[in-house]
């Protein structure tokens, strides 16, 4: 079975001070992940995507997130937090079919990013 | 690209009325689904379809929802009665091949 735990409901920081957001999965086969963002009153956006090329991988925004499978981790994180990067944060596993087609995705609960000034 | 566009985006009804979704995909994607969500479960899929046709929507919560997609353009998501229970945010996502999907801004409902 598949699932996403996301470490952290809330996370503050303060403007200019790295982000760190933590996720850990488990899936019973090569996994694709990805993280979303969703600004209050908006659609959920996609933030980057992993799917079994290079581990360290690169979303808008300045946001990256890195791959490990050693310890079923894929942490979103950003070097220096932007006042408008206050949103929620979604990590998201998804399960590649063999036969292709669609992927369902599990969702992880989400992590509420605060930024102060 | 215009992304996937949702309508209504806010949407005030009382209990017992009818109430419908519109969705129109991105252009060229094969697959559409609606999800919904609550703060108390957070983001569930209610139903998806793939060219038009309806997959799985084992997620719909009971047979007051319904959804159709009559061409490859357009998807409704309808609910008939509406209860309070219903008040959720409602969200449309389009996806070429099923793999990554992307989202509508969605339909704020609320059942008085």
């Known amino acids: 079975a598949q699932s996403v735990t996301q470490l952290d409901s809330h996370v503050s920081v303060s403007e200019g001070t790295p982000v760190l957001l933590r996720c850990n999965y488990s899936?019973?086969?090569?996994?694709?992940l990805f993280w979303y963002v969703q600004h209050p009153n908006k659609g959920l956006q996609l933030l980057l995507k992993?799917?079994?090329?290079?581990?360290l991988v690169k979303g808008i925004n300045g946001f990256e997130a890195e791959f490990k499978k050693s310890e079923t981790s894929f942490h979103l994180t950003k070097p220096s937090a932007h006042m408008s990067d206050a949103a929620e944060y979604f990590c998201?596993?998804?399960?590649?079919?063999?036969?292709?087609?669609?992927?369902?995705?599990?969702f992880g609960a989400g992590t509420r990013l605060a930024v102060h000034p | 690209d215009a992304g996937v566009i949702q309508s209504p985006r806010h949407e005030v009804t009382e209990m017992g009325q009818e109430v419908t979704l519109r969705c129109k995909p991105i252009?060229?994607?094969?697959?559409l689904f609606w999800y919904r969500q609550t703060m108390m479960r957070g983001l569930e899929l209610l139903i998806y379809?793939?060219?038009?046709?309806?997959?799985?929507d084992s997620g719909m919560p009971e047979d007051r929802f319904s959804a159709k997609m009559p061409n490859a353009s357009f998807s409704t998501l309808k609910i008939q009665p509406s209860e309070p229970r219903d008040s959720a945010v409602y969200f449309c996502?389009?996806?070429?091949?099923?793999?990554?999907?992307?989202f509508g801004p969605g339909t704020r409902l609320t059942v008085t």
């Open positions: 996502a389009s996806s070429l091949m099923g793999v990554e999907q992307y």
């Open positions: 992993y799917t079994s090329a290079a581990t």
């Open positions: 899936s019973s086969y090569s996994p694709s």
């Open positions: 252009s060229g994607h094969d697959y």
């Open positions: 379809f793939n060219n038009n046709v309806p997959i799985d």
């Open positions: 998201v596993v998804s399960v590649l079919r063999p036969s292709g087609g669609y992927n369902k995705l599990i």
